[in-house]
C-alpha cells in the first residue's frame, strides 16, 4: 500500500475530533482488518453475538398466498414487501453473477469484510471530503438488511440503518462472524432474496415477476444485469420509466463487469449492450380487492377470512401482529369455499332485486360437524369503489355519505365489527334447544292465547301474527306456525338467561349497547322478547348456530379454511391453554346439548319447512313449506320476520349443509323490507342447498328418543 492513503488520513484527523470515529476510520485505512478485529470487536462483542446466530436462522419476510379450495389457484396475496423465498438451485447463475460483479466483485475471495474495498473508500471519500464511495460487501448488505427486516421495535431498526460509524464496525464484525457459520452459497441466496429492487419487488423473485414475468431460473445475462443494477439506487436506474438512459447506463455497467470477471465473454457483453431493455410489466394482486374477475364475489369471504385471521391467538398477541404475520409470514391458506355450493349461492340471492337495490339479501352457508363456510354470496359487488355508489338511504346521514350498493367491502355477512340485522323468529330455536337439553319433552303443550301477558317479564305482553295460531301448541307445532306466546311462555319455564348463554354458547355475541345491556347478569332473566329475535345477529352467526343443531348439539367455530400452511410447508399450529398442539386449520368443535336435544329440535324444526317430523304433527300449516319440494330431501329450518318487516330471514339445514339468508336496509333498519320481499331469503335458502346438495346421496336425519318425544 502507498503511503496516500496515510497523508490523506493526517490531513483529516485536525476534523474527526469524535475520537471513536476517528480512531475507526484511520485504522480502516491503514490497517482494515484491525477495526473489526482490535477496537470493533471490543466495542462490540457482546453486542453482536447474538444477533450474529440469530441471522443464520432468520428469513426475509416473505408473501402469503390465498388459494380455491383446490390448493392450486391464486386468488390473491397479501404482503407489505412482495417476495417469495427462492433456492440458489432455483435461480440462473447470470442473476448470481450479475450481481455479485454489480455489488462485490471479490466476494468469493474475502471472508465478509473486503480489506482492499474499505481502503478504497477510505481514499475516494476523503477526496470528495465526503461519503461518495461504500466498502459494504454482499455480507455486510446482507446483515444490515437482515437486522431491518427482522427488527419489532423502532428502536432496532434505526440501529440497523442509522449512518454511523459504530453502527458500520457492528456490521463488519458481524459479517466475520456470519461467514464463519455460512457458506458463500448461503449467504448469496439470502442476499438475493432480501434485496430491494423496486416496485415494491423484495428479493429476486418478485423482481423477476414484476419487471419480466418470468422466474429467477429463466432470467438472461441482459435481464439479470438489469435487475442487479437496481439495487444500488431502484429509483434512479427504473426502468420502468420513460427515459432508460440511466437504467441503460447501469446495466451496461454491469455487463462490462461481468465481462472483466470472466463471467460473460467481451464478445457476449458487447452484443448484450447493444440490446434495448424490453420489459414485461407484472402487478402482482394484493389484498381482497384484488381477487380476478371470475372469483370477484369471493371477496366477501375473502374479508372474512382477514378478520377470523387477526381474532387467531396463533398468529400473535394482537390484531396488528397477526395482521403482519399475514402480510409476512410466507403462508399458504385454502380458503374453505365450496366452487358449486359458492356458484348456487351467488345465482340465488335476490336475482330479483341485483345490485341496485338498497335492500342486501345476502346468505352464509356453512358445514355441520366442521363450521367450515362452504359459501358466502350477497347481492352486492366486492369492491373499493364506490364513486357510483348513491346517497345513502339514512336521513340521518350526511349528503357525501354513500350507500353500500352496488359495491362495497362492508363485512355484510358477518366476521367483521359490524352487529348485524334483528334476526326475528329464528331465535325461537334457542329457548327450545334449551328446554329440550333441560328435561323437557316435545310434546310440552300450552295453550297459546292470541296475547300473552308475561307475569315473569313484568307484564310485558306481546301477540301472535295470527289469530289462527291461538290454541293449543306443541313445540312441533309451535315452532312450525311461529307461535310467539307459546315460546314466551316455554322461555319462561326455562328461563331467558338459559336460552341467551346458549345462543353464546353457539357462537353468538352482542355487538350493540341496547344487546350487551339486556344480556348482562343483572338484567338477562328479564329479555323476554329474546326469543322473538330483538336482537342484531349475521347470518355467519346464525348458519353456525343451526348448523350446530345439525350436528346433533355439536357446535364447531366457524372457520373459512381448510388448510394453512407455513412457508416450510408444514402445517401452521398452535398450543391450547391446556398444552395440546393443535393445526390452526383444524375444527373446534364442542358437545354444547346433548345429541337427543338436537335431534329432538330438528324434529320440530322439520314443521316449518313443510317436512314430515319423524315423531309428531305440525298441525296443519307452517311459515314456509314450500321448502321441502324445493330441496327435494329432508330439511329442517325457520322463518323469521321483524316489526313491521324491516329485515326478513331464513335459516335452514340438511344433515350435510347450515344456510343462513337474509334481507335488510344495512344502512337503514328502518327502512322496511316488506311482507311481499319476506319469501326472498326463503327461497335463496332453499334453491341453494338444492343446487349445492345436487347429485348427492340423501341423507335422513336421526330421530330423537321416545323420551324426549314425551
Not at 220 to 226: K, L
Not at 666 to 679: I, K, L, Y
Request: positive net charge; hydrophobic residues 35%; charged residues 20%.
Amino acid at each position: 500500500m502507498s503511503n496516500r492513503p496515510l497523508a490523506a488520513a493526517g490531513r483529516l484527523v485536525p476534523l474527526l475530533r469524535a475520537g471513536l470515529i476517528a480512531g475507526i476510520v484511520i485504522a480502516a485505512a491503514a490497517y482494515p482488518l484491525a477495526a473489526v478485529t482490535g477496537l470493533g470487536a471490543k466495542a462490540t462483542a457482546h453486542a453482536v453475538e447474538h444477533k450474529t446466530k440469530l441471522l443464520t436462522t432468520a428469513l426475509p419476510a416473505e408473501t402469503s398466498y390465498l388459494y380455491a379450495p383446490d390448493g392450486k389457484t391464486v386468488l390473491t396475496m397479501f404482503y407489505e414487501e412482495y417476495r417469495q423465498y427462492t433456492k440458489l438451485s432455483d435461480m440462473s447463475p447470470n442473476i448470481q453473477q450479475a450481481i455479485v460483479a454489480a455489488e462485490d466483485s471479490r466476494f468469493y475471495q474475502h471472508h465478509g469484510v473486503d480489506p482492499k474495498g474499505v481502503a478504497r473508500a477510505f481514499v475516494a471519500n476523503a477526496r470528495s471530503s465526503g461519503v461518495s464511495q461504500g466498502a459494504s460487501t454482499l455480507t455486510m448488505q446482507y446483515v444490515r438488511m437482515a437486522l431491518r427486516d427482522s427488527a419489532v421495535t423502532p428502536k432496532e431498526v434505526q440501529e440497523a440503518t442509522q449512518q454511523t460509524s459504530l453502527r458500520k464496525v457492528k456490521e463488519m464484525r458481524m459479517a466475520l462472524d456470519l461467514e464463519k457459520e455460512m457458506s458463500k452459497e448461503q449467504i448469496l441466496e439470502r442476499y438475493l432474496n432480501s434485496a430491494y429492487f423496486g416496485h415494491r419487488a423484495y428479493g429476486i423473485y418478485a423482481a423477476s415477476e414484476i419487471f419480466f414475468s418470468k422466474t429467477p431460473k429463466d432470467l438472461t445475462p441482459v435481464e439479470a444485469a438489469t435487475l442487479a443494477g437496481l439495487v444500488k439506487s431502484p429509483s434512479e436506474y427504473d426502468p420502468a420509466d420513460s427515459d432508460q438512459k440511466d437504467a441503460t447506463g447501469r446495466r451496461n455497467y454491469v455487463l462490462d463487469r461481468m465481462s472483466q470477471l470472466g463471467y460473460l465473454s467481451p464478445d457476449s457483453a458487447t452484443a448484450a449492450k447493444t440490446e434495448p431493455i424490453r420489459l414485461k410489466l407484472t402487478n402482482p394482486p394484493n389484498d381482497c380487492a384484488s381477487i380476478p374477475e371470475k372469483y370477484q364475489s369471493w371477496g366477501f369471504a375473502c374479508d372474512y377470512l382477514k378478520n377470523w385471521w387477526s381474532t387467531q391467538p396463533a398468529f400473535g398477541a394482537n390484531r396488528l401482529e397477526r395482521m403482519d404475520k399475514l402480510r409476512r409470514g410466507g403462508y399458504r391458506v385454502v380458503l374453505s369455499i365450496d366452487p358449486k355450493i359458492q356458484e348456487a349461492a351467488e345465482k340465488n340471492v335476490s336475482a330479483k332485486e341485483g345490485t341496485g337495490s338498497p335492500f342486501a339479501n345476502g346468505i352464509v352457508v356453512s358445514e355441520p360437524g366442521t363450521g367450515r363456510v362452504k359459501a358466502m354470496a350477497v347481492n352486492r359487488t366486492y369492491s373499493l369503489d364506490l364513486s357510483e355508489n348513491p346517497q345513502s338511504s339514512n336521513p340521518e346521514a350526511g349528503p357525501k355519505v354513500k350507500a353500500n350498493y352496488p359495491n362495497t367491502v362492508a363485512p355484510l355477512l358477518g366476521g367483521g365489527d359490524l352487529p348485524g340485522y334483528q334476526a326475528g323468529s329464528t331465535f325461537k330455536m334457542f329457548p327450545m334447544l334449551a328446554a329440550l337439553d333441560s328435561g323437557m319433552t316435545l310434546s310440552t303443550s300450552f295453550n297459546a292465547p292470541y296475547r300473552y301477558k308475561s307475569a315473569v317479564y313484568d307484564g310485558w305482553a306481546p301477540s301472535n301474527a295470527s289469530a289462527a295460531m291461538t290454541g293449543q301448541q306443541t313445540m312441533w307445532s309451535g315452532f312450525g306456525k311461529s307461535v310467539n306466546t307459546y315460546f314466551v311462555w316455554l322461555e319462561e319455564k326455562v328461563g331467558a338467561d338459559r336460552a341467551v348463554r346458549l345462543a353464546e354458547q353457539l357462537g353468538l355475541r352482542w355487538r350493540t349497547d341496547v344487546d350487551r345491556d339486556q344480556a348482562s347478569p343483572t338484567k338477562v332473566k328479564k329479555w323476554g322478547a329474546f326469543t322473538l329475535g330483538v336482537s342484531d345477529a349475521t347470518p355467519l352467526e346464525m348458519a353456525n348456530a343451526y348448523a350446530a343443531v345439525a350436528a346433533d348439539g355439536r357446535y364447531c367455530e366457524a372457520i373459512p379454511v381448510s388448510a394453512i400452511m407455513n412457508r416450510d410447508g408444514t402445517p401452521a399450529a398452535y398450543v391450547t391453554p391446556a398444552g395440546i398442539q393443535r393445526e390452526v386449520a383444524k375444527p373446534r368443535c364442542r358437545q354444547v346439548v346433548s345429541a337427543d336435544a338436537a335431534r329432538a329440535a330438528t324434529d320440530a324444526a322439520r314443521c316449518p319447512t313443510g317436512d314430515t317430523p319423524a315423531r309428531g304433527g305440525c298441525g296443519g300449516w307452517s311459515t314456509a313449506d314450500s321448502v321441502r319440494g324445493t330441496v327435494g330431501r329432508p330439511v329442517a329450518g325457520k322463518t323469521g320476520t321483524t316489526d313491521s318487516t324491516r329485515s326478513a330471514w331464513f335459516v335452514g339445514y340438511t344433515p350435510e349443509l347450515a344456510a343462513a339468508s337474509f334481507i335488510s336496509d344495512p344502512d337503514n333498519p328502518f327502512n322496511a323490507v316488506g311482507d311481499g320481499q319476506s319469501q326472498i331469503p326463503v327461497a335463496a335458502v332453499a334453491q341453494t342447498l338444492r343446487d349445492g346438495l345436487k347429485g348427492q346421496p340423501t341423507r335422513q336425519f336421526t330421530p330423537p328418543s321416545e323420551a324426549i318425544v314425551g
